[in-house]
């Protein structure tokens, strides 16, 4: 309902009350066996009287009584004024001093036109958007979520000699994560070894990168404290 039709719609409305009470039909016993039954709807309602439907006449006339279609809600909130058009697929939000915006919900998508306040050219853009663009995928639905990375996991003795080695495929942000946390414990260890930095440096990098190898099932969690790590300058 745009001002106009609420503007029309609240003058003949005052225009038919005032004609209600020039007829008298604020008396029930006055007024025809339609009219009553339509004030009172029906029987349910206890009809107005000539005071009752004067004050309703004054509260239309100052605005304390506002005509609101059913399908249409209005809302303001600073410079906006958003509004639910009579389609319920559609909302229109005003900007005070630009112009508007205004949302179409359609059946393949939603649709946006932005409008400034040129009539001759109201809309400056659009977007028009599809379901699709509206999918939020799960970790494992990630486009990097198909990509596997082979790993091979070497076992040393206490002198350094490779007695053992296994191989499996990690998928790619796993891979990721741990290539994040291994770079920053190099980074830190070659600071420690230069004097920059401290064990307390150490032990947080390192419990992130343990924690990303335990998650990615690498290693079984374990509770056995770290040794102390000494390094030679």
């Given at each position: 309902?745009?001002?106009?039709?609420?503007?029309q719609?609240?003058?003949?409305i005052?225009?038919?009350?005032?004609?209600?009470q020039?007829l008298?039909?604020g008396?029930?016993d006055?007024?025809?066996n339609?009219?009553?039954?339509?004030?009172?709807?029906g029987?349910?309602?206890?009809s107005?009287d000539?005071a009752?439907?004067e004050?309703?006449?004054?509260m239309?006339?100052?605005?304390d009584?506002?005509?609101?279609?059913?399908?249409e809600r209005?809302?303001?909130?600073?410079?906006f004024?958003?509004?639910?058009?009579?389609?319920?697929?559609?909302?229109?939000?005003g900007?005070?001093?630009?112009g508007?915006?205004?949302?179409?919900?359609?059946?393949?998508?939603?649709?946006?036109?932005?409008?400034?306040?040129?009539?001759?050219?109201?809309v400056i853009?659009?977007?028009?958007?599809l379901e699709?663009?509206?999918?939020?995928?799960?970790d494992?639905?990630q486009?990097?979520?198909?990509?596997?990375?082979?790993?091979?996991?070497?076992t040393?003795?206490?002198?350094?000699?490779?007695?053992?080695?296994?191989?499996?495929d990690l998928?790619?942000?796993?891979?990721?994560?741990i290539?994040?946390?291994?770079?920053?414990l190099v980074?830190?260890?070659?600071?420690?070894?230069?004097?920059n930095?401290?064990i307390?440096?150490?032990?947080q990098?390192y419990?992130?990168?343990?924690?990303?190898?335990t998650t990615?099932?690498?290693?079984?969690?374990c509770?056995?404290?770290?040794?102390?790590?000494?390094?030679?300058?």
């Amino acid at each position: 309902m745009t001002p106009a039709d609420k503007d029309q719609a609240l003058h003949t409305i005052l225009a038919a009350l005032r004609t209600y009470q020039e007829l008298g039909y604020g008396d029930p016993d006055i007024r025809p066996n339609d009219i009553h039954d339509i004030a009172t709807n029906g029987g349910d309602q206890i009809s107005m009287d000539n005071a009752g439907i004067e004050e309703l006449c004054q509260m239309l006339n100052f605005g304390d009584l506002e005509l609101t279609h059913k399908d249409e809600r209005t809302t303001s909130q600073g410079p906006f004024t958003v509004t639910q058009g009579d389609d319920s697929t559609r909302l229109d939000i005003g900007i005070t001093g630009l112009g508007g915006v205004q949302l179409n919900r359609t059946g393949e998508g939603l649709v946006i036109d932005v409008t400034g306040q040129d009539e001759e050219n109201p809309v400056i853009g659009s977007l028009a958007l599809l379901e699709s663009d509206f999918t939020t995928l799960s970790d494992e639905q990630q486009p990097n979520s198909g990509l596997l990375v082979p790993v091979t996991l070497n076992t040393f003795d206490v002198e350094g000699n490779q007695v053992d080695t296994q191989s499996m495929d990690l998928p790619g942000h796993q891979v990721s994560d741990i290539i994040d946390h291994a770079s920053q414990l190099v980074v830190v260890m070659r600071d420690m070894g230069a004097g920059n930095s401290g064990i307390e440096a150490f032990d947080q990098v390192y419990s992130q990168l343990e924690e990303a190898i335990t998650t990615a099932k690498i290693v079984d969690p374990c509770d056995r404290p770290l040794p102390t790590l000494h390094l030679m300058p």
